[in-house]
Structures are given as C-alpha cells and as structure tokens.
C-alpha cells in the first residue's frame, strides 16, 4: 500500500450524484464501498466531508445573511451529510465514527487528534464533522489542517475530474493534466482545486496532496496501489 493513514477530502457537492442536490444514495454506496475496500486492507481513513450540497456562507452572505452565521449553517451542513456517510458505513458493516469540531453530542464525539488517531488505530474509518469549527475557513482547509493534526501520509482529495490540469477541463477542452506539480505553480496559476489557504498550509508544513476522481469507482484503491491516475502536489 502506498499510504498508512490517509486524510480524503469529499466535498458536499459530490453527495449530489446524478440528481443535481441533496444526497444521493447511490453515490453515498458507491464512495462508502471504496474506502471500506481499502480500510479492509489496513489503510487507515479519516475523512473530511463538506456541505456544498446544502449550504455554503459565501453565497449565503450573498442572499443577506450574516456571514458567521451563514458560516455555521455551512459547517451544519457537512454535519448531516457526515451522519448520511456514517450511516451508509453501517450498512456495509464498516466500523465508523464521527467526530464534530463543534461540540454537539450526541451527534458525534467532539474533536480531538488524539481520539481521532486512538479510533483510527482501532480500524475505524473517522468522518471528521464541521470543518475547522471556525467561520472564514472551508472544509478544504479543514483538510489540510486534520491531515497534519492526525499525522496522515497524504491529503487525498477526491473530485470528478481526474485531476489538475492548466484550466478546467469541463469548459476548456485543450486544458492540459498534470502527473506532479508543485505547490507554488497551483497559488501561482491560481488553480481552483482548492482553496489558497488550504494549499499554502500544505506547502508550508509539507503535507503532500494527490488529487483524483472519486466517481469512477476502483479509483481509490488504484491511488493506493501507487497507480498515477492523478496528480500529485509536491515542494
Ligand atoms: N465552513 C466554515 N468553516 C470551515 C468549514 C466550512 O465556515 O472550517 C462553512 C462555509 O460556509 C462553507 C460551508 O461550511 O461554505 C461548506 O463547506 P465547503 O464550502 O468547504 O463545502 P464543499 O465545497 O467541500 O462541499
């Protein structure tokens, strides 16, 4: 196996699926039966999910709402979709936990690395709810930040493009993929893969990012059966 411990990064908008909002259950499966496959194989997975799919501050603040608050009903969101992946988890009779960084048993166990690291050790696969538990931030620094906490080996983040390329690949057809490229390229190029806050905390404490599409199941083990269909980021 390429990774011991590895930090996946979903994002909420992936939940959507085919039907374009909410939660769809079949992806739910789809993503719940890869990593279970490779948690099966010893790799140790925690997971940062965001909430996209219901609610982002952002555009919350747009419509008028309050930014912080819009912020915590963004940070409420990756909470539910967190419960939907947890439960999807215990249908295929994967041990899973969820940790919230915002106290709110009996939802989850409040965060802390030393009792996601002690679950993780134990073989459960830990979903970690609520970004960083601070508004201004996205769950895409969340990431970053849990990654180096729980001394993970990469940050993986999963999305449906096959990863990094010169321009989005959805609008512009002769963008270009890259195998590795490094940290400073992504800010220089202002790459939208994922935010600026959360690659230069990656660059800064040298946490590496491979970036992937998850909705092509298989995808996972393959990344970590060391098989480069993605693209790594590096110093
Ligand atoms: N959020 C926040 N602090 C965090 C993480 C998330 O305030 O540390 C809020 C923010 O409003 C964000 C929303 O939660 O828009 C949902 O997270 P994100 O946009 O990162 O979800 P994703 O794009 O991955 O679905």
Same mark, same amino acid.
């Given at each position: 196996?390429?990774?011991?411990?590895?930090?996946?990064?979903?994002?909420?908008?992936?939940?959507?699926?085919?039907?374009?909002?909410?939660?769809?259950?079949?992806?739910?499966?789809?993503?719940?039966?890869?990593?279970?496959?490779?948690?099966?194989?010893?790799?140790?997975?925690?997971?940062?999910?965001?909430?996209?799919?219901?609610?982002?501050?952002?555009?919350?603040?747009?419509?008028?709402?309050?930014?912080?608050?819009?912020?915590?009903?963004?940070?409420?969101?990756?909470?539910?979709?967190?419960?939907?992946?947890?439960?999807?988890?215990?249908?295929?009779?994967?041990?899973?936990?969820?940790?919230?960084?915002?106290?709110?048993?009996?939802?989850?166990?409040?965060?802390?690395?030393?009792?996601?690291?002690?679950?993780?050790?134990?073989?459960?696969?830990?979903?970690?709810?609520?970004?960083?538990?601070?508004?201004?931030?996205? *769950?895409?620094?969340?990431?970053?930040?849990?990654?180096?906490?729980?001394?993970?080996?990469?940050?993986?983040?999963?999305?449906?493009?096959?990863?990094?390329?010169?321009?989005?690949?959805?609008?512009?057809?002769?963008?270009?993929?890259?195998? *590795?490229?490094?940290?400073?390229?992504?800010?220089?190029?202002?790459?939208?893969?994922?935010?600026?806050?959360?690659?230069?905390?990656?660059?800064?404490?040298?946490?590496?990012?491979?970036?992937?599409?998850?909705?092509?199941?298989?995808?996972?083990?393959?990344?970590?059966?060391?098989?480069?269909?993605?693209?790594?980021?590096?110093?």
């Amino acid at each position: 196996m390429e990774y011991k411990r590895i930090l996946l990064k979903l994002s909420g908008e992936s939940l959507q699926g085919k039907q374009g909002f909410g939660i769809d259950t079949e992806r739910l499966h789809e993503y719940t039966e890869q990593i279970k496959a490779i948690a099966q194989q010893g790799v140790q997975v925690a997971i940062v999910i965001g909430g996209g799919n219901i609610f982002r501050g952002l555009s919350g603040s747009k419509r008028g709402f309050d930014r912080v608050k819009g912020d915590q009903m963004g940070m409420l969101a990756t909470c539910i979709n967190a419960l939907a992946l947890a439960s999807a988890f215990e249908a295929i009779d994967q041990p899973v936990r969820v940790l919230t960084s915002i106290c709110m048993e009996p939802i989850g166990n409040h965060y802390s690395p030393d009792k996601a690291k002690r679950l993780l050790n134990k073989g459960n696969v830990v979903i970690l709810a609520g970004g960083t538990g601070s508004p201004y931030f996205t *769950t895409d620094t969340g990431s970053s930040l849990r990654a180096l906490e729980i001394q993970a080996d990469v940050m993986l983040k999963g999305t449906r493009v096959d990863g990094i390329y010169t321009a989005d690949p959805e609008k512009d057809p002769t963008a270009r993929k890259f195998e *590795t490229i490094t940290y400073d390229e992504v800010i220089r190029r202002g790459l939208k893969v994922m935010d600026q806050t959360a690659t230069v905390m990656c660059k800064e404490n040298g946490m590496p990012i491979y970036v992937f599409n998850m909705d092509k199941p298989g995808n996972l083990g393959k990344v970590m059966n060391g098989e480069k269909i993605g693209t790594l980021v590096t110093p």
